[in-house]
């Protein structure tokens, strides 16, 4: 991976544990040092968006990979600046089609050459994002029942025993 020249020296001193090896990877180079352990037998098995926007305007995405015949866990560490898109990885490995998208929808994390960056969970067109630490409460709509739900009836609470 050195000789790719993809790793970085760390913007923070925050450790790492869980792997047997974590690299801080420049978003620029994410995709070719993902092709990299792709070629040496990984398979992609998660990616975590954390939001450091408060503190350094970036999100860090955390993406880990194994192997299957010698279990070597590898984590790819990455500041991705709040207002840039970060390259899609879903061209190496197509499972983290999800993995980026759910960053997209909960974050709003972009990710460049995605092939479809739509909504898994939330309603079409939502236009907050969840998972920000930003985040307060979603404005009130359609598919809020609360809003639209009558009072339960005076005699649903059995009086309380004394």
Same mark, same amino acid.
């Given at each position: 991976?050195?000789?790719?020249? #993809? %790793?970085? %020296?760390? $913007?923070?001193?925050? $450790?790492?544990?869980? #792997?047997?090896?974590? /690299? =801080?990877? #420049?978003?620029?180079? !994410?995709?070719?040092?993902?092709?990299?352990? /792709?070629? #040496?037998?990984?398979f992609f098995e998660s990616m975590t968006c954390v939001d450091r926007i408060a503190a350094h305007g970036v999100f860090e995405l955390i993406y880990t990979f194994n192997r299957w015949e010698a279990a070597s866990r590898v984590a790819f560490r990455v500041w991705a600046p709040a207002t840039e898109p970060v390259p899609s990885i879903s061209g190496v490995f197509g499972a983290a089609n999800w993995n980026e998208r759910e960053a997209w929808e909960f974050y709003g994390l972009a990710f460049s050459g995605?092939?479809?960056?739509? =909504?898994? !969970?939330? &309603?079409?067109? @939502?236009?907050?994002?969840?998972?920000?630490?930003?985040?307060?409460? $979603? &404005?009130?709509?359609?598919?809020?029942?609360?809003? @639209?739900? &009558?009072? $339960? &009836?005076d005699d649903a609470h059995p009086p309380a025993h004394h």
């Open positions: 991976m050195d000789a790719l020249g #993809a %790793s970085v %020296s760390a $913007p923070t001193e925050h $450790p790492f544990s869980g #792997a047997a090896e974590a /690299r =801080w990877v #420049a978003p620029g180079r !994410l995709v070719e040092a993902s092709r990299v352990l /792709r070629e #040496a037998g990984y995605h092939p479809n960056l739509t =909504w898994l !969970l939330l &309603p079409e067109g @939502t236009e907050f994002h969840p998972l920000l630490k930003s985040f307060t409460a $979603p &404005p009130a709509s359609s598919y809020d029942d609360s809003l @639209t739900a &009558p009072p $339960p &009836p």
